[in-house]
Nanobody, 125 residues
Framework: QLQFVESGGGLVQPGGSLRLSCAASGFTADYYPIGWFRQAPGKEREGVSCINSSDGSRNYADSVKGRFTISRDNAKNTVYLQMNSLKPEDTAVYFC??????????????????WGQGTQVTVSS
């Protein structure tokens, strides 16, 4: 089965940091743009960040710019999301997925595939 496996979530205090990992399972994700998304209870899934496969181009949602950093290690078939200065409003289940149609910098969930089960991030004191 082709999918991603997300990990690294947990409970953290406001202002803290977490690093999420997104490992491809059953396929090589090298050629795909990869996006991170999140979904809070009662809210729609939203794009957080995405990264291109070839030149490493990145894009971020305005709400996370300057706090989150996306990176990828193609040798490990893994994409990371470093999250710093976390806020309670960052609380959500975080997912990653690939965009088979190629890079354009957008993070529209229905354009992405190979979704994993997600990892819970809770920011609370």
């Amino acid at each position: 089965q082709l999918q991603f496996v997300e990990s690294g979530g947990g409970l953290v205090q406001p202002g803290g940091s977490l690093r999420l990992s997104c490992a491809a399972s059953g396929f090589t994700a090298d050629y795909y743009p990869i996006g991170w998304f999140r979904q809070a209870p009662g809210k729609e899934r939203e794009g957080v960040s995405c990264i291109n496969s070839s030149d490493g181009s990145r894009n971020y949602a305005d709400s996370v710019k300057g706090r989150f950093t996306i990176s990828r290690d193609n040798a490990k078939n893994t994409v990371y999301l470093q999250m710093n200065s976390l806020k309670p409003e960052d609380t959500a289940v975080y997912f990653c997925a690939a965009k088979p149609t190629g890079w354009d910098g957008t993070m529209i969930p229905y354009e992405y595939e190979y979704w994993g089960q997600g990892t819970q991030v809770t920011v609370s004191s």
